[in-house]
């Protein structure tokens, strides 16, 4: 099992990003997916997770209204839509899904 994170950069505080996680190895749909992230000195923390069938999410309160989970379970992938982003979402982004982590992608927000 392989989860693949891409999408990460530097942006400017207000601007967007899109993260994408491909997962291969096993059947992306039977399980929900979940965002995670980790700042610098700080432990890792939840961001949003989607159902199997991409039907029910939840998010953070920190990112409710600027971030947007998804997934494409034809193309065994799920995205995470960041928009209005401030310096303090600045940190290495993680998919998640059963008990499999991704490598993380660097999202950088500069002020």
């Known amino acids: 099992v392989q989860l693949v994170e891409s999408g990460g950069g530097l942006v400017q505080a207000g601007g967007s990003l899109t993260l994408s996680c491909v997962v291969s190895?096993?059947?992306?749909?039977?399980?929900?997916l979940n965002w995670f992230r980790q700042a610098p000195g700080k432990e890792r923390e939840f961001v949003a997770t989607i159902s199997r069938n991409g039907i029910a999410t939840n998010y953070a309160d920190f990112v409710k209204g600027r971030f947007t989970i998804s997934r494409d379970n034809g193309k065994n992938t799920a995205y995470l839509q960041m928009n209005n982003l401030k310096p303090e979402d600045t940190a290495v982004y993680y998919c998640?899904?059963?008990?499999?982590w991704g490598q993380g992608t660097q999202v950088t927000v500069s002020s």
């Open positions: 998640q899904q059963w008990q499999t």
């Open positions: 190895g096993q059947t992306f749909s039977t399980y929900a």
